[in-house]
């Protein structure tokens, strides 16, 4: 299985705002997509998804302040007013129906996000 590619990660104070890239494992038109994120100590979280029709989904914690958006080959996350509780490494993943995105087994390396108070 492909696994996809982050990019766009890094330091950053909070207030301030990043925009991740993920080159995607799959078709992103076929498939649901999502980004994933990890705190150290944590358990991996979903953060936002996308529908094969464009319906976006996003955690209670990064609604209006991140938007998930993509191309055909690419899946992006806009992240602005970003908090320190948004530190983590961040992760896209694909799958068929977004009912089991969390079930994504391909993970890519993730690219970091640090945000400093």
């Known amino acids: 299985q492909v696994q996809p590619v982050e990019s766009g990660g890094g330091s950053v104070q909070a207030g301030g705002s990043l925009r991740l890239s993920c080159a995607a494992p799959?078709?992103?038109?076929?498939?649901?997509m999502g980004w994933f994120r990890q705190a150290p100590g944590k358990e991996r979280e979903g953060v936002a998804s996308?529908?094969?029709?464009?319906v976006e989904t996003y955690a209670d914690s990064v609604k209006g302040r991140f938007t998930i958006s993509k191309d055909n080959a690419n899946l992006y996350l806009q992240m602005n007013n970003l908090k320190s509780e948004d530190t983590g490494m961040y992760y896209c993943?694909?799958?068929?129906?977004?009912?089991?995105?969390?079930?994504?087994?391909?993970w890519g390396p993730g690219t970091q996000v640090t945000v400093s108070s």
């Open positions: 993943a694909a799958a068929r129906n977004c009912a089991v995105l969390d079930r994504f087994n391909s």
């Open positions: 799959r078709d992103t038109y076929s498939y649901c």
């Open positions: 996308i529908t094969t029709d464009g």
